[in-house]
């Protein structure tokens, strides 16, 4: 009867740590200026695990924007500037491609805004995580704006970027070898019963 029952919690105990729900953060070494002549940062990730299941990606980062002035027929206004991050498993193929976009600086015109917040990469409804389970892809950063069919920008403005951090949530695989040791730790105990 004890057997059974130290068999029962160690499968417990497998079945609850393989359905546990992650989070794996990946550090992105992307601080600096962003503006209209930087060229996008890009980095090839590999988290150094895989999932069973994603259920959210997002990014964390912080630093000041400067607001945009742009020249309408109507006259100037001040607009956020905008940060964009793009996350792709395939850079040849933009349907792979998801977005996370934060937006500050009109607010305190003319002294930079500081921003620090946690963006989600939308996913559209007929796309998955699925490509992702490998944790491997593409991450970039860039200034963007928006394209004005009237008027002009008279000032992109700027973004200061102090750091950002790529976060996944989801189920891990669990490491083999930490199957082995929970397996190895039951059969020590059912072996000195």
Known sequence: MKKMFLILMMLLLITTHSASADVVTHPLSCAGTY???????VHYFDLGVTFTEITQVSIQWSGTMDAAIVSLPGGEETWDALLTAVLTTDPDDYSTSV?????????????????????VFDLPYYKSWDELLDGQGR???????????????????????????????????????????????????????
């Open 35 to 41: 503006d209209e002549y930087t060229s996008p940062w």
């Open 99 to 119: 977005y996370a976009r934060t937006e500050a600086g009109a607010a305190t015109d003319p002294e930079p805004e500081p921003f620090d917040c946690e963006s």
């Open 139 to 193: 991450i970039s950063i860039k200034y963007d704006w928006p394209v004005l069919v009237y008027g002009d920008y008279a000032n992109h403005g700027e973004i200061l970027l102090n750091n950002a951090t790529l976060v996944v949530e989801g189920t891990v695989v669990p490491e083999p070898i930490s199957l082995t040791m929970l397996l190895l730790g039951a059969a020590t105990v059912l072996r000195k019963k």
